[in-house]
């Protein structure tokens, strides 16, 4: 995520006078190139904050809550990609193509979403808007990189073993993810749903203001590394002609329609990798319901999943003067 | 598919008095042991079907549609694991735990069904006849043992290859598998679905004698090597607790519920590859739906999804003195 970070707001032209690379101790005085110029790790202190106009922050949900009350102490705006703060009231959690206007309503802290919400949120918005959604199916398949970094080597080093014919071992991961895959292993809720199903569920309906949506998840982890993909059921409150559906998206910011009939083409992983959009594909009427569309898409689950939406926030903030 | 079924036939014990190998010419003359003896693979002809009892086929739709007729006019019953006469009035299509009567009503020609679907059935059906179903809507996660013995070797060089900084070539398949996915590549039909959800569709409406039940599907290949998986929403007429609905799977016929909340254990791929029953858990309450539960299976597609679900309808008719 770090790296992501740096490598966007290089290839953004983010306006930056100084940036500060702040991380725990255990980091400190590791060296990172930027623009040029090669910057260190400092840890993070009470004075880190001092004159600092933005915070991106995306260490966990602790460290968070340890840390952004201190950076907005002390003046700064803190974009948050951790769960911390996400279903708080005054704070707005924001998908720039979606909900843009609620970012200029914060005190201090904005959240990023959870990956597999952003990805959802950006295409089930534009349709929402021409006709009400009434419900939501979705069955995720998430790359390890969800996971995070060491989860992606992890992946790696398990296929090489299995390949080898070596024993494999599951150290980051609860079970191995090589030919294999598994449902989501964030905690179990009350209602037996695991936390990250729950997120899609809070999360959606936060940003898209819809408090009353309905929507159910499956969230699976697939042998993927790096894009998320997601099989979306749609049910709305009229008919809704995919045809029509596909126009919608075809114009709609931060999505690209891949439909390719004649060649059995849809979005895939591999496509989705690296890229700013999301990828939707098979967009068709649901045979079971008169109302309901069915859907495929996949996206970057590091860029529009999370680094590149939270410096969306950013760009939005400042192109509005308000940073 | 036929080292399957020769393991199964001898795990199982299926009595034989004499066992013929048949292929296309190219592979006559093949050596394989079975029961301690040498089998030699003949090549098919008119006259291999004399004095033959049962053929359990499984050599793709065209195969079956020109040998079949033969031997089921030379007195053979037919056990067809192709799609080829699965949606034949006359032709029942028989999951054993399912509609065991209606293979009694054979004309010669018993279909076997769709991998993904069998393992659909088995754990959809003793639900309906406790509450009827309404509407399913199903993800698939399948497996590259789906697509054939090569498309499981090449997921395995692809993934080598990739992990050595190699070309990844796709010849099988028509899109890298390896650290990917892609949407279920079997030709498109009118609706916009792929046949193997049209499959899925129309398959189950059979098996389940429901000729009118409501099911969408996606359909996904995934980087597994052997077992299919599903995310399954089941809207019901009436409200169904998920409570009796685990009582109901775990003394289903063909069904082992896999439920470990604490450790976040719930069916693999990898648990549920070379076993015979649909393993099933996270049975739940749809939070979108007062009538609805979502469920997650898992099931050797080899097996039950093929192999097993055949053998076990040769075993019905057997064991009922059809044979």
Known sequence: MGTEFLSLLET????????????SSASAGKQIPFRGQTLTVEAVSPESFHNVDLVLASAGGKVSRQWLPVAVQAGAVCIDNSSAFRLEPHVPLVVPEVNPESAFTHQGIIANPNCTTILLCVVLNPLHRVVPIHR???ATYQSASGAG????????????????????????????LAFNLFLHNS????????????KMVRETRKIMAEPALRLTATC????????????????????????KAKEILSSAPGVRVVEDFARNYFPMPIDASGRDE??????????????????????????????????????????????
Chains 1, 2 share one sequence.
């Open 12 to 23: 953004r032209n983010f306006p930056i006078q100084q940036l500060k690379l702040l991380a």
């Open 136 to 138: 939501v199916v979705v």
């Open 149 to 176: 970094a060491r989860a992606m080597a992890e992946l790696k080093s398990q296929c090489s073993a299995m390949l080898g014919g070596e024993e494999v071992r599951a150290e980051v991961l609860p079970y191995p």
């Open 187 to 198: 905690p179990m809720t009350e209602w037996h749903y695991c936390e990250e199903e729950m």
């Open 220 to 243: 699976v982890r697939v042998p993927v590394l790096r894009a998320h993909s997601e099989a979306v059921n749609i049910e709305f409150t009229h008919p809704f002609p995919p045809q």
């Open 278 to 323: 999301v990828l939707v594909g098979r967009i068709r009427s649901d045979l079971s319901h008169p109302h309901a569309l069915d859907l495929w898409l996949c996206g970057d689950q590091i860029r529009k999943g999370a680094a590149l939406n939270a410096i969306q926030i950013a760009e939005l903030l400042h192109e509005n003067g308000k940073l």
